[in-house]
């Protein structure tokens, strides 16, 4: 029997693990989370906390759904993990073809990793080595400033150079950064790219929404003119739809609010409904056929232990289903409306700035005279007044946001809303 009786898991987790975007030595209490439920986790005592930010973006149908459990664990009892060089499965044939059906109609095949930062990777790899297999020297990448892409050494590259990077800036390779195309920008960003393009290979950029910046959105109009034009000069579009895929923009994709078509896409988060890793990196047969070749050196060269690991791919059929399925349809547009009016009274509240939302997406920034370093204190203020009141909100600064699960109610989003303008009330100026 175990001598030490009475630890806390609390204590347990202090002594053994280092936890992702902690500052360890001040970190506060860490919550033991025991069991999920629908849009709720419980902890310890049993306090019920509404997950709102479907735990980092992942979680489309509420935590421990039956159905993906149900065909997870027949999965887990039928084939749990294959080889995938020299070996397939019915899981990842059946999900790249559901999945294909969905997207742009150039996206024609798919390529299995584990994570948003490895879908990059990979497609960053296929971009740099399409014209390396070309015998073309293009190796130069754009980016957006503010961008984030994940937190492996390429995808760092590619993110806009915050503390988040500092330590590492001397081996990030060069990537060229430019603004978030507006109607009155396009004209000078034609010019700089214009400029470039010998050289660039491809541009990578979040499409509408930058989530990890803060949740900063803009013109579908304005990325379609700047698709335009890097298909012009022969650059790649990577379309990193690692937060913005399956819903979460209130259309099933970010590229079904646009009519110009990226090479390559990246997918994660919301693939597998949030229950299992995994990524996708998806690409038009132009770039596959680059891969093609009698010389071996023409191979694309990169994978992981567990590509198209079938209980994953079974998670994300499952989850996809429940996406298709007309009642979630019908969530993510009434959870859309909702939003859509809260923004309309956050718009006036004098507390709030920049009110703003896309599908399921509603963001403001908390207004304040102060400086940035203030910023951050209000947001870890902010945060422990909604978790008081059983609410997990993580703000980013001083940008509060809400990416609920889709099986939310609508009263339980009014509850949260109700909150809102609590918390605004009492941290009023
Ligand atoms: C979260 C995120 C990533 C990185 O995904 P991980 O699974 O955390 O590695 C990449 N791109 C975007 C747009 C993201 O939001």
Redesign the pocket.
């Known amino acids: 029997m175990n001598t030490i009786i009475s630890t806390s898991l609390q204590d347990r987790d202090k002594a053994v693990n280092w936890h992702p975007y902690t500052q360890m030595k001040t970190a506060d209490s860490i919550i033991p989370i025991v069991r999920g439920k629908g849009i709720y986790l419980y902890d310890e005592e049993g306090k019920k906390y509404m997950d709102v930010v479907s735990s980092?973006?992942v979680t489309l149908h509420g935590h421990s759904h039956p159905y993906i459990a149900q065909r997870v664990f027949e999965q887990l009892n039928t084939v749990e993990q294959v080889i995938f060089a020299g070996f397939t499965h019915k899981p990842a044939v059946q999900l790249s073809e559901n999945l294909l059906k969905l997207l742009p109609a150039n996206q024609e095949k798919v390529f299995y990793s584990d994570?948003?930062?490895?879908?990059?990777e990979v497609a960053l790899k296929m971009c740099i080595q399409y014209a390396h297999n070309h015998e073309k020297k293009k190796t130069k990448i754009l980016a957006f400033k503010n961008a984030?892409?994940?937190?492996?050494f390429g995808?760092m590259s590619v993110s806009g150079k915050s503390y988040w990077t500092q330590p590492f800036e001397s081996m990030l390779f060069e990537v060229i950064f430019i603004d978030i195309p507006n109607a009155e920008n396009i004209e000078s960003l034609r010019f700089q790219i214009k400029e470039l393009a010998d050289e660039v290979a491809c541009i990578i950029y979040?499409p509408l929404v930058?989530?990890?910046a803060g949740m900063l959105m803009y013109e579908a109009e304005n990325l379609n003119s700047l698709m335009r034009i890097c298909r012009e000069y022969d650059i790649l579009m990577i379309q990193?739809?690692?937060?913005?895929g399956f819903g979460r923009t209130g259309k099933l994709f970010a590229a079904n609010h646009l009519s110009e078509k990226p090479d390559i896409m990246?997918f994660?988060?919301g693939l597998t409904g949030g229950t299992m890793?995994m990524?996708v990196t998806t690409c038009s047969n132009g770039i596959y056929n680059a891969f093609l070749s009698d010389d071996h050196h023409k191979t694309l060269f990169h994978g992981h232990s567990f590509t198209a690991n079938p209980l994953a791919c079974t998670a994300a059929l499952a989850s996809m289903e429940i996406l298709l399925k007309e009642e979630t349809q019908m969530t993510v547009q009434r959870i859309t409306e909702q939003h859509a009016e809260f923004v309309k009274v956050l718009s006036f509240h004098p507390q709030v700035e920049n009110a703003r939302q896309i599908g399921t997406i509603l963001a403001f920034d908390f207004k304040t005279g102060h400086g940035t370093s203030y910023f951050n204190e209000i947001g870890k203020k902010l945060y422990h007044e909604f978790l008081q009141r059983g609410i997990i909100m993580r703000p980013l600064g001083n940008v509060l946001y809400l990416v609920p699960p889709y099986c939310i109610s609508a009263e339980e989003l009014d509850f949260v809303y109700q909150n809102i303008l609590e918390v605004l009330d009492q941290f009023r100026d």
């Open positions: 980092w973006w994570n948003g930062s490895t879908a990059v984030y892409h994940g937190d492996t995808a979040e930058q989530g990890a990193d739809e690692v937060f913005t990246c994660s988060k890793p990524g």
